[in-house]
């Protein structure tokens, strides 16, 4: 129902949308409407939403929705009627909600943007379990089409500039960690979730399969061993990273259909997903265990960061996932 959520924004635009509901116009807290880009059947509705405001189109909607309860109902009286009870049922949901503080936070969470509707058959989703909210909750995945890593040295530039962004804007990953997977080796649908530190079996970059805990331990010593090559008092970007899992009884993963881990945050990914100059489809993930709008941000300048190394043709078209409060959209 959509007079449950506390809509203020609602972004359609660009879509494949014929028909708009017109009990969006009961939304009461809706300021801001955007449809343009969508062929409606309506034309003088398509005309509104291309010039007129937001409380225009959402008068025009509640007139529209009184005609078909009258017809509904018999005739103008039923529909008054019809529409008079509708109000009081929305009346008594506002007041249980406005009732408990906490049900009002929680519905204010589920509020989304609607960056697009795609009619793809075959889209990847990305599930996520509720254990996970304690450990790393926070997920931004995007879909890279139309890739060409394979003039001269674009890979290894792609692979810099993905350091890069991990040095600064990550906080040398103690803020987020960007993955990047090729996309045509993933199995969906992937699930984001957790396991325990001896069940967590994953193949990092360049080694061979090992558990979590034998990868912790190996990074451990690596890191001290370069700590002592370099004479450093303190501790490294690899131990300040390491030290986020510690004293953690799950860690998170991102896992395959076929239960392989291709993801292991903020540590590594696997090597079943690697990139190569072969790799046309992309990937990404960006996870934290900070806050959803770090995610988004860093995945925005990744996105950029791509477009200045590749001609903007190339990247075909790119689909965002949003985490929301446990969902993908």
Excluded at 187 to 198: C, D, F, N, Q, R
């Amino acid at each position: 129902e959509l007079l449950l959520f506390p809509l203020k924004v609602l972004d359609l635009a660009n879509n494949k949308l014929n028909e708009i509901p017109w009990n969006l116009s009961d939304c009461p807290k809706l300021k801001e409407i955007n449809l343009r880009g969508n062929k409606l059947s309506d034309k003088r509705l398509e005309k509104m939403v291309n010039g007129c405001q937001t409380k225009s189109i959402l008068e025009y909607l509640r007139g529209k929705g009184r005609e078909r309860q009258a017809e509904e109902g018999g005739d103008a009286d039923g529909g008054r009627r019809a529409d008079k009870k509708k109000k009081q049922q929305q009346r008594k949901m506002k007041e249980k909600v406005e009732e408990d503080p906490e049900e009002v936070e929680e519905v204010r969470k589920m509020v989304v943007r609607v960056l697009h509707v795609s009619d793809a058959p075959t889209a990847l989703t990305v599930q996520v379990s509720a254990e996970v909210k304690d450990v790393r909750p926070y997920l931004v995945c995007c879909l890279v089409r139309g890739m060409n890593l394979k003039s001269g040295n674009s890979l290894k530039r792609f692979l810099v500039a993905q350091t890069k962004l991990h040095d600064d804007l990550c906080g040398k990953r103690t803020i987020a960690t960007i993955a990047t997977h090729d996309a045509e080796l993933l199995k969906g649908p992937l699930v984001y979730g957790v396991k325990t530190p001896t069940q967590l079996k994953v193949v990092p970059l360049g080694r061979k399969e090992m558990t979590a805990v034998e990868l912790i331990r190996l990074l451990h010593l690596e890191a001290d061993e370069l700590r002592k090559q370099k004479k450093r008092q303190n501790v490294t970007g690899l131990h300040k990273y390491l030290q986020l899992l510690q004293g953690k009884p799950q860690y998170p993963c991102l896992v395959d259909a076929e239960g392989d881990v291709i993801s292991f945050p903020p540590i590594t990914n696997s090597e079943k997903t690697k990139i190569k100059k072969t790799t046309k489809e992309l990937f990404l993930e960006v996870t934290s265990a900070t806050s959803l709008q770090t995610c988004k941000d860093i995945m925005d300048a990744l996105i950029v960061v791509r477009r200045l190394f590749y001609v903007v043709s190339m990247l075909g078209s790119f689909i965002c996932f949003l985490h929301v409060n446990g969902i993908f959209y």
